[in-house]
């Protein structure tokens, strides 16, 4: 069986005859939502069935659903060989964001993040990254009108580039979901060459770079990319990648109590992001028993975030959201993997 959320929509019109089965088809998965081919009357009846036997259109199960009193809610999405993706539906007063995966654990070895502790077990598919969305959008029916996307779950998006990039694509197309661009975020923790890679694309989504860390003795001991791809050429990096009118680059900077929150930090990042188009999205750690940091004092929060603002530095605070279901990154997949829906 092929399942169908692999697929963009020019492939399957080069296996589909006549080609324009592909749009239909398309519609009907994405826009109509069937999940079955027997609802596609505008399908002769015969090659309904013959899709039926060939390919996969059923969405992945959700294993275990986790309810947030602040409504946000995390799914393990069941995937063929038994693995789980996690996913996360955050609501928005203006707009609802889905958080997807791109691997099943990470190789970075971030030292805060617990998804680093899993290690990378394998890449997601294009269809398995796509077909997170459609499952916490279709728990979410009345209330998924705007939806912004970002690749902020388990795994580095960089290290899994073609497959994310076919992901993007296909979450993009016209006749699908028909995303924006500009509600689409890739969130890297420093992969210089997939940067550069996304530079040249055709269809870009927005960069977010996970900082953590203004100066290469920090970050070398927070997040071993940083020893193969320095700060200095990661910055320089950024500061050729295209935007657009008004676009700014995000980063997400984690505080960490006594190693990232002082206010000479604050000043070193300043200085790091001078002549940047950057927004700073500064997010207190999240705190889980497997890792060694605090997360620091809301007075030290705020005293970071003003050192930002009073250098013109656009810094926002990241508001832990889904703390009582386990929010850290990859903490999920860790406690309830083994436990049966
Ligand atoms: N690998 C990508 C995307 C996944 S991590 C990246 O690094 O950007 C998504 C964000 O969560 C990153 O900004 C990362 O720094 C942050 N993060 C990881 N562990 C965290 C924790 N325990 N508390 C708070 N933020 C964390």
Redesign the pocket.
């Known amino acids: 069986m092929k399942f169908f959320f692999d697929y963009e929509r020019p492939e399957l019109a080069e296996i589909f005859n006549p080609p324009f089965r592909a749009t239909q088809i398309y519609k009907s998965v994405y826009q109509r939502r069937f999940e079955d081919f027997e609802r596609m009357t505008d399908l002769p009846k015969p090659l309904r069935a013959d899709l039926a036997e060939q390919w996969e259109i059923r969405l992945p199960a959700v294993h275990r659903r986790f309810d947030s009193s602040d409504g946000t809610r995390r799914y393990l999405v069941r995937l063929k060989d038994g693995e789980f993706a996690e996913t996360v539906f955050i609501p928005e007063e203006n707009r609802n964001t889905i ?1 997807i ?2 691997q099943i654990g ?1 190789a ?1 070895d ?1 030292k ?5 502790q899993l290690g990378l077990t394998r890449h997601l598919s294009a269809g398995e990254i796509v077909a997170q969305v459609l499952v916490a959008q279709r728990d979410h029916s009345s209330s998924d009108a705007s939806f912004n996307i ?10 899994n580039y073609d497959n994310v990039m076919k992901a993007i694509r296909i979450l993009h197309d016209e006749n699908g979901l028909n995303m924006s661009m500009s509600r689409i975020t890739l ?4 992969l210089l060459p997939g940067i550069e890679r996304l530079a040249k694309e055709p269809m870009i989504p927005n960069l ?5 860390g203004a100066t290469n003795e920090k970050r070398n001991a927070l ?1 071993p990319i940083n020893r193969k791809y320095p700060i200095e050429q990661l910055l320089d990096a950024v500061h050729r990648f295209p935007l657009k009118h008004r676009q700014r680059v995000t980063f ?3 505080l960490l109590e006594g190693v990232t929150d002082a206010p000479e930090d604050a000043f070193a990042l300043v200085k790091l992001l001078q002549g940047i188009r950057a927004k700073v ?1 500064l ?6 028993e497997e ?1 060694s ?1 605090r ?1 620091p004092s809301d007075a030290a929060v705020e005293q970071f975030q003003q050192i930002l603002i009073d250098h013109n530095i656009s810094a926002f605070i ?1 508001k ?1 959201r889904g703390n009582d279901i386990s ?5 999920l997949k860790k406690k309830w993997a083994e436990v049966p829906a």
Do not use: D, K
Not at 150 to 159: A, D, F, I, K, T
Not at 187 to 190: E, F, I, K, L, V
Not at 327 to 331: F, L, N, P, T, V
């Open positions: 958080c995966s791109s990470c970075l971030c805060f993040c617990l998804t680093g970002v690749l902020m779950g388990m795994g580095e998006p960089l290290h969130s890297t923790a420093g977010a770079i996970s900082l953590t997040m997400e900077y984690v999205n997010i207190p750690l999240n705190e889980a890792l940091y997360r990241r832990n929010a850290a990154c990859g903490q």
